[in-house]
């Protein structure tokens, strides 16, 4: 069972969403979810902000990557409200 259509769903469909703001938080560790698929997404995705955290693996619960999610949601806290 997949979570998408197709194995590049996501990359393949930048256009449709560039314009929403993005950060993706990826652990340089992380075996569940390879940091080249972050870095892809990226590339396709040049709006977006990567932040790689050098010292994570996959849990939000490690400390760089808790760090960065929150500093993400301060982020978004900080967007003009009628977007």
């Given at each position: 069972m997949r979570f998408?259509?197709?194995?590049?769903?996501?990359?393949?469909?930048?256009?449709?969403?560039?314009h929403i703001?993005?950060?993706?938080?990826?652990?340089?560790?992380?075996v569940v979810c390879p940091a080249t698929s972050a870095w892809e997404l990226s590339k396709a995705w040049p709006e977006a902000q990567l932040k790689l955290?050098?010292?994570?693996?996959?849990?939000?619960?490690?400390?760089?990557?808790?760090?960065?999610v929150?500093?993400?949601?301060d982020a978004f806290r900080e967007l003009p409200k009628d977007s």
């Open positions: 998408f259509e197709t194995e590049n769903y996501l990359i393949d469909n930048v256009p449709a969403i560039r703001p993005c950060f993706i938080v990826q652990g340089r560790y992380d955290i050098a010292d994570a693996g996959h849990s939000v619960w490690e400390p760089g990557i808790l760090s960065a929150i500093e993400a949601c």
